[in-house]
């Protein structure tokens, strides 16, 4: 047997709500059924919840404080820290707690039907929280439905634009469903069964009526009610049935053109009281209980206790104007144009100027958040004369930082603008007002880049520089000033060094910083840092003290990493050492350890293997102090096991640092993070060999919907390209070394790309086709692939990425160079070098690719049971296959036949085990016999030797 679990909820007009309204009352409503006494589903929901870890940590109390009403069901308790509840970022973590609950509610039995209502006025959290869901295929058993009208929401609506990316993501999935007004004859019917008629004798009317509504269902029963009202369909009580005396073109006379006029109308008709009762809720919100009326209608001079506030409400249910919304006693407005004709019932002028203060007083001093967001707006529009005894920049500024919690930054931009205009009016930098003013543009600075409003941006950059006091008071403006250079259209790596470093100089007086310097400057600068250290060894800053002030380490940090990416190495090492005296002086911060590991990654790049350890070990110390700073912490994580430590010590062991990055970096919004380790993650896996199964198939597409969701396209075609590799692998491609297919096709993708999107692009796309081309044995593809990957350095940021690439490119370029392929010889020696050195140093990665390259660079059966051992010791299933089929060619070049078909066969098992089906069968065309082979002929096929430095 199956039911559902049905969630409704809707927004109200003029968005002057609290973000998220709807899904908050939609979710009330579903919590409420599922823990109702005796509710069989509410211990399996639990358990669901609980197994999905839903609620949980940091992120659960973020999502149990923004909806309350789940916090029973997820055996929590409501609400959150302060400092939770005020931070920006908190809205990432929502949508990824929403997503886990909505996915653990719905299944096959028990499915969820999610129904928001007046989609065209949500506000911008609600659309991205929306469209967020929708776009996720892995929420299988969760259906959204989102009503809106059409008439309201055109192609440059946001929820037009929501609707538009939907439909490109789910395709046929995203059904639309038009609600057409009633046809003449269903009025009719209507009309007639409300007058206890047949449809004939009501003809006149329904075409009058018709004419008038054009068949909305709304307007029909208001232009019924009128049409009584003014007696023109009166009930008479000597023939107990309606009747009417008009014609057809007095009918009309009697009928007003405008809804909202019938309305009003009606209302002007109904006791003092009520009309006032929705005046106020008109002015308030769409829904209220009795207490609250009371409070309202108290303000605006109307005195009634609770039980007469109930008996007003009950009035206007009757007249049909008022619902109840739930048992809760809070009643709503029955449709959203009787609330347009409440609020018309009050002309604009002073009237409505002090009903809307009267309102905000109100609801300013109850408290509640969506009172305060409705108060705001109600301030905001009034002019100046009436707000003078409110600090309105303050209430916009607390309204706005509310709206950011829950992420709506368009919502959270209007306010904080507003809360700045209220200040033009005064020196906003004057003494009594300056760390207010400071506060506010800061705050109002960020989330206007948020948006990627850039000339605002600049703009209050611009601002806050030239009035701030003090350097502590501008760090956060320069900050931003350098990621609006990083950002722009026209930016590079080196554009980006050189604002940096413009920044440093003339803010901390860092006049000796350049961006080329020379080998004598690192020199110089190295010596000073010893000097600071006084003899000690760089593994005594584990020992310095904490401090808080983090801005400029965060400027290094980012001036470390584009010159990084630009390739410079020795401003890199220049600036860590600078940072190493700055950190003596003043102490560490939370982004100290990155710029270690940054420092690490940038001796990797050089090849200064030793020391690149040593300045990630010394990170790995350093960041366990920062156990709270977890953003810090997502950062670290990806610089030491995305860029740095899969090098020296078993790759498996960064698996589980880079998951977890993963998942806090989402629950901070630091979606290139998150994603980042994601893809270090699944480049480890293809570095071990991990079986080529459905669990690679199904990571990668989970992340592949992640960059969807979060507009990641570089990400996605990266993943895109790793899972057609995956297909061509196990055989579900014509061709296996072109990736052209369901997940990818290379040749249209990078037809649409150009720049620095096209070129890393052809890096990662080349790099998989030569690893399948050299799997495959097709020389003409590895040549053309070790041709386009010459023009790329050998370094990259990505340490297991990197890793990949040199292993294949060495194994494909040494194969060639017998063959008159002087650039591949060139190729193979750099790749062989690499790989020593770092093996050199006891890197468990690299040693076994080094055998391997030796065994194909000078082939014999000696050198290649080495590589086959050494591969078998770290469980490098891929590398161990590869080399035994290697191994059998060179035997069959020697015509031994048995020796050929022992390592052919154990070849064939062990591409098996990988998962490699396409291969498999290429083998077994090519090889008959392997039909009819068995693991037992294989040898010691299947028994792998543990290896003394550890699996990987």
Aim: proline share 3%; net charge neutral.
């Amino acid at each position: 047997q199956s039911s559902h679990f049905l969630a409704c909820g809707k927004f109200g007009q003029g968005c002057c709500d609290n973000p998220l309204s709807a899904v908050v009352e939609a979710t009330a409503g579903l919590a409420s059924a599922i823990q109702q006494e005796g509710s069989e589903d509410l211990e399996e929901v639990r358990s669901a919840m609980k197994k999905a870890k839903v609620g949980e940590g940091e992120s659960g109390d973020i999502f149990c404080s923004t909806f309350p009403s789940l916090a029973p069901l997820l055996q929590r308790a409501g609400g959150a820290s302060t400092s939770l509840q005020e931070s920006s970022l908190n809205f990432y973590a929502i949508k990824e707690e929403f997503r886990a609950f909505m996915k653990a509610l719905g299944t096959r039995r028990n499915p969820v039907v999610f129904f928001i209502d007046d989609m065209q006025w949500a506000d911008s959290a609600s659309l991205e929280l929306m469209t967020a869901l929708c776009k996720d295929d892995s929420l299988r058993y969760c259906v959204f439905i989102l009503s809106f009208r059409s008439n309201e929401v055109g192609e440059n609506h946001p929820f037009g634009k929501a609707i538009t990316e939907i439909r490109k993501s789910r395709g046929e999935n995203a059904e639309d469903m038009q609600l057409f007004d009633l046809a003449p004859s269903d009025i009719g019917e209507f009309i007639a069964d409300s007058l206890s008629k047949d449809a004939d004798e009501v003809l006149p009317i329904t075409e009058v009526v018709f004419s008038k509504t054009m068949g909305n269902i709304f307007y029909v029963k208001q232009a019924l009610d009128e049409l009584v009202r003014k007696n023109a369909i009166y009930y008479d009580v000597m023939c107990f049935e309606w009747q009417w005396n008009v014609s057809s073109v007095e009918l009309q006379n009697f009928m007003s053109s405008d809804v909202i006029e019938t309305v009003k109308c009606k209302i002007e008709s109904l006791p003092v009281t009520l009309q006032r009762a929705l005046i106020v809720m008109g002015y308030s919100r769409n829904s209220v209980d009795a207490e609250m009326l009371r409070k309202l209608l108290t303000a605006d001079g109307l005195f009634l206790d609770a039980e007469e506030a109930q008996v007003v409400l009950e009035r206007g249910i009757v007249e049909g104007l008022l619902i109840k919304n739930g048992g809760n006693g809070i009643v709503t407005f029955a449709h959203d144009r009787i609330q347009e004709a409440s609020e018309a019932m009050l002309p604009a002028g002073d009237s409505q100027c002090q009903l809307r203060f009267k309102i905000a007083e109100v609801l300013l001093a109850c408290g509640e958040e969506w009172m305060l967001f409705v108060a705001v707006s109600h301030l905001n529009a009034l002019p100046s004369q009436y707000t003078a005894t409110i600090d309105l920049a303050e209430l916009n500024l607390r309204v706005g930082k509310m709206a950011l919690k829950t992420g709506a930054h368009s919502e959270a931009v209007e306010l904080l603008r507003a809360g700045l205009a209220s200040l033009d009016k005064v020196d906003r930098w004057k003494h009594f007002r300056y760390s207010f003013s400071l506060h506010l543009l800061t705050t109002l600075l960020e989330t206007e880049f948020t948006l990627g409003n850039c000339e605002q941006a600049e703009m209050l950059v611009d601002d806050i520089l030239a009035n701030a006091k003090c350097l502590e008071d501008k760090e956060r403006a320069y900050l931003v000033q350098l990621e609006l250079v990083a950002n722009s259209e026209d930016s590079n790596y080196d554009l980006c060094v050189d604002k940096g470093l413009e920044i440093l100089k003339r803010v901390y007086g860092q006049d000796s910083l350049s961006s080329r310097p020379g080998k004598k400057d690192v020199l110089r600068e190295e010596a000073l840092m010893k000097v600071a250290l006084r003899g000690r060894p760089l593994s005594s800053l584990e020992n310095l003290p904490l401090t808080d002030d983090d801005v400029l380490f965060q400027l290094i940090g980012m001036v470390l990493k584009h010159s990084n990416f630009a390739g410079n190495r020795r401003l890199s090492t220049f600036i860590c050492y600078r940072s190493i005296r700055c950190a003596i002086k003043k102490g560490i911060s939370q982004s100290f350890p990155q710029i270690l590991a940054q420092t690490g990654q940038a001796y990797r790049m050089d090849e200064k293997f030793e020391k690149g350890q040593l300045f990630g070990n010394i990170a790995i110390k350093l960041s366990d102090r920062f156990r709270r700073g977890l953003k810090t912490k997502a950062w670290n994580i990806i610089f030491l096991h995305g860029g740095l430590l899969p090098l020296y010590q078993p790759p498996k062991a960064s698996l589980r640092p880079l998951l977890e990055g993963h998942k806090t970096a989402i629950l901070h919004g630091i979606t290139e993070v998150s994603l980042g380790c994601a893809l270090a993650s699944i480049y480890i896996l293809f570095a071990i060999g991990h079986p080529m199964n459905s669990l690679i198939e199904q990571k990668i597409l989970l992340y592949e919907n992640m960059c969807k969701n979060y507009n990641q396209q570089g990400f996605g075609t990266t993943f895109r390209t790793l899972r057609q590799f995956y297909h061509n692998l196990c055989g579900k491609s014509c061709n296996p070394t072109v990736l052209k297919g369901d997940a990818f096709d290379e040749e249209e993708t990078l037809s649409k790309l150009e720049g620095n999107a096209r070129k890393m692009a052809l890096r990662d796309s080349s790099s998989l086709r030569l690893q399948l081309a050299y799997i495959f044995c097709e020389e003409g593809t590895m040549k053309d692939m070790i041709e386009i990957l010459s023009d790329y350095p050998l370094q990259d940021v990505m340490a297991p990425r990197q890793h990949v690439r040199l292993t294949f490119l060495g194994l494909a370029s040494l194969s060639l160079k017998d063959k008159g392929k002087h650039k591949c010889s060139e190729v193979g020696v750099k790749v062989v070098k690499y790989f020593k050195n770092l093996a050199k140093i006891g890197s468990v990665s690299a040693r076994p690719v080094y055998l391997c390259l030796k065994a194909v660079s000078t082939p014999g059966k000696k050198a290649y049971d080495e590589a086959i051992s050494a591969c078998s010791e770290c469980n490098l299933t891929h590398l161990e296959a590869i080399m035994s089929e290697r191994c059998s060619l060179f035997f069959q070049k020697k015509d031994d036949t048995e020796q050929m078909r022992n390592y052919l066969t154990k070849a064939y098992w062990l591409y098996s085990d990988w998962g490699a089906i396409a291969k498999v069968d290429q083998l077994k065309s090519s090889h008959p016999f392997l039909k009819g082979s068995t693991r037992v002929k294989a040898g010691t096929v299947g028994t792998k030797a543990t290896s003394s430095t550890g699996s990987w």
